[in-house]
């Protein structure tokens, strides 16, 4: 019997096909998700992995079973899943394993308007279902089966986020955009068709495959073609999507990379301007200044953990504005409280458009503390280096500890956090503070802990 623990994370499902799961697996999901959420009509998309077809359809069978109708969207990015989720008002779910290697897929679910399924809210119900059946038989059919039908709303999709942002009076704009041979490749020419913008694609094509790098634009590693391109084509601007489009990463007009937390208040600020006073959301690794630049707008702050189904939640609790990660993950109330990356490049480029200065000195102002950036190590005993570690700073004179989410420890002009990847063996480390010598030291005394 497949092991579900391995597959069924905190906000999603995602492993190794077909070693982890199959279709015959996703068919017994797609009968518990509408179970679990009481479904009449459901609706599917999948990225472009080469498992994704397979998948999404066993899954749409299993919902079929339980009486559902299923409406299949297709080829589309998780954001546009969200949209449709959203527009429909129908529960949803969306094949695809995000930034991870080729090899692995899994399913992002959500209920009607896009509201997050995660542990706390359906998926350790779904997961109690799928091991009941697969211990004790599959579900009995319904007494109708639900229909199977497609329905493309990428023309839409886009619409909405046009209407979101003004964009048709900004200044023309040279914009490269790496896609990584994932989803944004699908969605770009839709959203942009028609802007002031002269659009450079990078690795546009479909490959679930990943060709040219890992479609995961975290790691510097994956953004040096698209620094290189935007460097030698003296562009504006570059974008950079992972596999599932649902996040971007900027880089500015030099080709440096402007870090997602001056991304977020950027947006922040504008959102801000549109609703004085609102609630802005931010996880525990964004930068000092996020906060800081929603109380010189104006707003409320409020700090939450780290992942997509807390943070839709935390906004839904808190009537917020927007929200935003050190992950490049946007989340916004006109989208139903949904991440979409492509939001956040429109309110880039409409920033950086209605006015004349480049994107680096127009990101200065909410880029004010030297970061490590997320430094991933790989470990057999995630607790047992992070209990080392909370252990070496508990007595330390100056400093707080919390756990919210990890291990987060503040100084007076310095902040780490620790915490075990949800994916991955992997621990995260991320750091701040007010000078980049300090950064280091803080850097090389945690590392050494965690790696000893």
């Given at each position: ?6 597959i069924v994370k ?74 449709a989720s959203g ?57 109708r089966p639900g ?306």
């Amino acid at each position: 019997m497949p092991d579900l623990s391995q597959i069924v994370k905190a906000y999603d499902v995602r492993g190794e096909v077909p070693d982890q799961w199959d279709e015959s697996l996703a068919e017994l999901f797609g009968a518990a998700f509408a179970e679990v959420v009481g479904a009449t009509a459901v609706v599917i998309g999948h990225d472009m992995r080469p498992s994704s077809p397979g998948l999404a359809r066993a899954f749409a069978r299993g919902v079929a079973g339980r009486g559902a109708d299923v409406t299949e969207i297709g080829l589309c990015s998780t954001d546009q899943l969200y949209y449709a989720s959203g527009a429909l008002d129908l529960p949803g779910a969306m094949f695809t394993a995000s930034h991870n290697p080729a090899q692995y897929n899994g399913i992002k679910m959500c209920r009607a308007g896009a509201a997050p399924v995660g542990q706390d809210s359906g998926l350790d119900e779904i997961r109690a279902l799928v091991e009941g059946w697969l211990a004790d038989g599959r579900p009995a059919p319904a007494d109708r089966p639900g229909t199977i039908d497609q329905r493309d709303v990428l023309t839409d999709y886009a619409a909405h986020l046009r209407s979101l942002v003004a964009l048709e009076s900004i200044r023309p704009l040279r914009v490269v955009v790496d896609a990584g041979n994932g989803m944004g490749g699908h969605t770009v020419p839709t959203v942009f068709d028609g802007l002031p913008i002269q659009l450079d694609p990078m690795y546009f094509e479909l490959d679930g495959t990943f060709p040219n790098h890992e479609a995961n634009p975290l790691d510097p590693a994956n953004i040096v073609d698209l620094q290189a391109r935007v460097r030698e084509t003296g562009a504006d601007v570059g974008l950079a999507f992972d596999g599932d489009a649902d996040r971007c990463f900027v880089v500015d007009e030099r080709g440096e990379p402007v870090s997602p937390s001056a991304v977020t208040a950027l947006v922040a600020a504008r959102e801000l301007a549109k609703d004085p006073g609102a609630t802005v959301i931010h996880n525990l690794i964004t930068s000092w200044s996020v906060p800081e630049v929603v109380r010189e707008n104006g707003g409320q702050p409020v700090r939450t953990r780290v992942g997509h189904s807390f943070i839709k939640a935390e906004m839904a609790r808190t009537g917020a504005i927007f929200g935003g990660e050190h992950s490049a993950h946007y989340y916004f109330r006109d989208f139903w409280n949904a991440d979409t990356g492509m939001l956040a490049a429109l309110h880039v480029l409409s920033a950086l458009g209605h006015q004349e200065k480049p994107l680096s000195q127009l990101v200065a102002a909410y880029d004010r503390y030297p970061a490590s950036g997320e430094i991933n190590s790989r470990v057999a005993d995630q607790a047992g280096r992070a209990a080392a570690v909370r252990a070496a700073y508990a007595d330390r004179s100056g400093v707080t500890l919390d756990e919210l989410d990890g291990l987060t420890v503040t100084a007076d002009d310095w902040w780490f956090n620790l915490r075990a990847s949800n994916t991955e063996p992997l621990l995260r480390l991320n750091i701040e503070a007010r000078d980049t010598a300090t950064v280091d030291k803080i850097r090389d005394e945690v590392l050494a802990i965690v790696r000893a």
